[in-house]
């Protein structure tokens, strides 16, 4: 059983940068992939990032590719998000989700753990 509490979320301005990080419970954390994915109102939940087990692997939507970067902390049980060059088509809760599969092309339909997510608003 692994629990996933997300924080970091808030409101930026277009163009500002967050961090939003992802606590993981649990001693098995390193045994899982982890992502984070956001749903914008009206919208599907869709992947954004991906990380392997160790950290060697990441995988981006292409929509944030070079401006989000995933990152993971094994001996602190914790994922990161960090966001810059927000656009206001970033606005969504933002997910993060943990996969027993070392893969970093992580799908919503595959996750087997989710946290509740965090709010990100990008303001025009």
């Known amino acids: 059983q692994v629990q996933l509490v997300e924080s970091g979320g808030g409101l930026v301005q277009t163009g500002g940068s967050l961090r939003l990080s992802c606590a993981a419970s649990?001693?098995?954390?390193?045994?899982?992939?982890m992502g984070w994915f956001r749903q914008a109102p009206g919208k599907e939940r869709e992947f954004v990032a991906g990380i392997t087990w160790s950290g060697a692997s990441t995988h981006y939507a292409d929509s944030v590719t070079g401006r989000f970067t995933i990152s993971r902390d094994n001996a602190g049980n914790t994922v990161y998000l960090q966001m810059n060059s927000l656009k206001p088509e970033d606005t969504a809760v933002y997910y993060c989700?943990?996969?027993?599969?070392?893969?970093?092309?992580?799908?919503?339909?595959?996750?087997?753990?989710w946290g509740k997510g965090t709010l990100v608003t990008v303001s025009s």
């Open positions: 649990g001693r098995t954390f390193r045994f899982y992939a």
């Open positions: 989700a943990a996969d027993r599969r070392d893969s970093s092309s992580l799908q919503v339909n595959g996750m087997d753990y």
